[in-house]
């Protein structure tokens, strides 16, 4: 079952003025339910304008997106009810906080979703738990905690909403290698645990490798391609034509093979490269 | 969008008009309110609307982009126009209940309309040809000699350049914050007058808290490259004065002179 389908949607900026510029351009998506989809592009590529279509903060200027086989903007007034569907964590989303308290922060989707008292505080105390805040933490104000803290606050409160569709822009820019992997594990724990699609916009192509089932590559506004993670970082040469790159391990082993060593296409994690070399090794010592 | 929001934005191009001296603009900008002030008669305003083609056609600033300017004045205007057209007594032509609407008030009407247009007009495109650090640079060296007076010409230009230069940066910081509170369902658009106030809380208090932040920032960076205020500062870009500036003081000259012209005339 597909949960997000794009019908040729385009989007443009400062339409009809000098600054006019195309930032999605007719594109046709489908996204099937359950994925976690790795979403990769140069800077102004269209991924942001895109990702922002599927929480219905921009409207289309041609097209169509569906949600779970629903027509978005076929009834302008239920607007909000894909807000709550599709949850988006935006870049840097912890300067979006503003309560008292972490509690209250986290609580403000749930809120606006007129769920009552109980049914937010277990939501709050879940979401709270997925990202490894202590409640210790959901007293003290947002503006107290580190920066880490702080991100994982602001993503909290958007898993509280329950949303069956997370889209994060860049959820791990300007943290620290730990605050990092801290994030993304708990994202990926969140996944398998909840079986929900998740889309995650990212630069970092091992952390792609290491957690995505699947892979969007955005270009000049559009698709470039979509398909299994090995299926696109198979494409070495034209992502590094756009401007991209495949994961620095898998760049290592295209080119031993390019030097002659006979090995596996497919290796984009190091555990997997680990098992490969230590395979060639043991091959080259029985011959 | 709160991006589209236009008071009197600049709109890059490289017209004889972009590229003359922001002194000069300011200063012939200055001259075109007087003037429109100094006519008493429509022909006086005519020479001002004459006056506002030729710039704008040598600006090439289309001229869709002057009822863009004018859009959040209208109402002003029509209030001007409506009350100028009922209060102003003299030989009436329509007469109901109390209200009567004479032929003074209708001229009188009209001519006050124009003038507002030509007004807005004018000033406008002396916004839309000059980018906003231009206009504070240009401010600066007309207020010079006020610094005699110990007046901080230079703090205060610096400030309006730093405000300015922050208006996009917080417009596009709203815009993203309200985006992310859109995005955990906060309703901005409906609800009672209360309720929306109140909406916007979750908006204003990350909006302070990234402008305080923002401002720690600058100054700190301003201090490492040793900022220290106006004294014995130089600059990079040095304002000239060329022939496209003298032959805009000329054409103002003849309008001014027109419109004196034709006030004693009339």
């Known amino acids: 079952m597909e949960i997000i389908k794009t019908e040729h949607l385009s989007y443009v900026y400062n339409q009809n003025t000098p600054y006019e510029k195309v930032a999605v351009d007719d594109l046709n998506l489908s996204i099937e339910e359950g994925e976690f989809v790795g979403i990769i592009g140069h800077t102004g590529s269209g991924k942001s304008t895109l990702i922002q279509h599927f929480n219905a903060l921009l409207r289309p200027t041609s097209g169509k997106i569906y949600i779970d086989g629903q027509d978005m903007w076929e009834n302008e007034k239920e607007i909000r009810k894909f807000r ?52 210790k933490h959901l007293e003290k104000s947002p503006f107290e905690l580190s920066g880490g803290q702080k991100r994982r606050v602001a993503i909290a409160g958007v898993l509280a909403m329950d949303p069956q569709v997370l889209i994060l822009d860049e ?67 034209e992502l590094r034509e756009i401007g991209l790159a495949v994961p620095q391990i898998t760049q290592v082993f295209y080119d031993l093979k390019a030097r002659g060593f006979h090995l596996n296409d497919n290796v984009y994690t190091v555990e997997k490269a680990k098992h490969e070399l230590l395979q060639l090794l043991r091959g080259e010592t029985d011959a | 969008m709160l991006k589209d929001i236009t008071i009197g934005q600049y709109f890059p191009g490289n017209s004889l008009i972009h590229r003359m001296d922001p002194r000069m603009k300011i200063v012939l900008t200055f001259a075109y309110i007087i003037m429109l002030f100094v006519a008493n008669s429509m022909f006086g305003l005519l020479v001002g609307i004459l006056f506002l083609i030729v710039t704008y056609g040598i600006s090439k600033v289309p001229p869709r982009m002057i009822l863009k300017s004018m859009k959040p004045i209208v109402p002003i205007i029509l209030f001007t126009a409506i009350l100028n057209m009922f209060f102003v007594s003299g030989t009436p032509i329509v007469e109901f209940w109390i209200f009567k609407i004479t032929r003074e008030g209708i001229s009188l009407a009209i001519f006050m309309l124009v003038r507002i247009v030509c007004l807005i007009a004018g000033t406008s495109l002396m916004t839309y040809t000059t980018s906003p650090i231009a206009l504070t640079d240009g401010i600066e060296r007309l207020l010079g000699p006020l610094k005699k007076i110990r007046f901080p010409v230079h703090e205060l230009a610096m400030m309006m350049t730093i405000a300015l230069r922050f208006i996009p940066t917080l417009i596009e910081e709203t815009d993203k914050i309200m985006n992310a509170q859109k995005a955990r369902g906060a309703d901005l658009e409906t609800g009672s007058l209360i309720q929306r106030a109140k909406a916007l809380i979750p908006i204003l208090i990350p909006l302070f808290v990234s402008a305080f932040r923002r401002a720690d920032e600058l100054a700190l960076a301003m201090e490492c490259r040793c900022y220290k205020g106006g004294e014995g500062r130089t600059r990079m870009k040095i304002l000239h004065m060329g022939l496209p500036d003298l032959f805009a003081a000329l054409f103002m000259t003849i309008c001014f002179a027109g419109v004196i012209v034709l006030n004693i005339l009339l």
């Not at chain 1, 105390?125 to 409640?135: N, P, Q």
């Not at chain 1, 929900?196 to 590559?217: F, G």
């Open chain 1, 84 to 135: 709550f569907q599709v949850g988006l964590v935006f870049q840097y989303p912890e300067y979006q906080l503003f309560e008292e308290t972490v509690y209250k922060d986290i609580a403000f989707g749930p809120k606006n979703m007129g769920m009552d008292e109980q049914q937010i505080d277990r939501r709050v105390r879940e979401a709270a738990g997925f990202v490894g805040l202590k409640e």
């Open chain 1, 171 to 237: 959820p791990t820019a300007g943290l620290d290698p730990y605050g990092r992997d801290r994030i993304l594990n708990q994202i990926s724990l969140y996944h398998r645990a909840q079986k929900k699609t998740i889309l995650l916009v990212s630069h970092s192509m091992e952390d792609i490798a290491k957690y995505c089932t699947k892979v969007l590559v955005m270009n000049q506004s559009k698709v470039f391609l979509y398909d299994t993670v090995e299926k696109v970082f198979a494409h070495v040469e």
